[in-house]
Nanobody, 121 residues
Framework: QVQLVESGGGLVQAGGSLGLSCAAS????????MGWYRQFPGKQRDLVAT???????NYADSVKGRFTISRNNTKNTVYLQMNSLKPEDTAVYYC???????????????WGQGTQVTVSS
């Protein structure tokens, strides 16, 4: 089974910065797209940013210019650098990875356990 282990997050004042990381481990042939999502209380999980294996990125409009997603393909790790944080960024952040166990196999999706990010005003 593939596991995604997140680290980072915590409490920060508005205007501050935080970094998240998420490492995929297990029997993996390749990790394709990776991404970060967040979930507000009582709401569905929403996309924050995604990155392909080649480094193509996509961001939610609400975080463009403030958040940066990156990855290390050798380490199967994805990062999210969050700057100029706002109280409305407060949420549980989850990482996601699409991975293949063997060459040509159907990609599967896995989620991290979630990490709380709290931005105080």
């Amino acid at each position: 089974q593939v596991q995604l282990v997140e680290s980072g997050g915590g409490l920060v004042q508005a205007g501050g910065s935080l970094g998240l990381s998420c490492a995929a481990s297990g029997t993996i042939y390749s990790v394709n797209a990776m991404g970060w999502y967040r979930q507000f209380p009582g709401k569905q999980r929403d996309l924050v940013a995604t990155i392909t294996r080649r480094g193509n990125t996509n961001y939610a409009d609400s975080v463009k210019g403030r958040f940066t997603i990156s990855r290390n393909n050798t380490k199967n790790t994805v990062y999210l650098q969050m700057n100029s944080l706002k109280p409305e960024d407060t949420a549980v952040y989850y990482c996601n990875a699409l991975w293949s166990r063997t060459l040509g196999s159907t990609p599967k999706s896995s989620w991290g356990q979630g990490t709380q990010v709290t931005v105080s005003s």
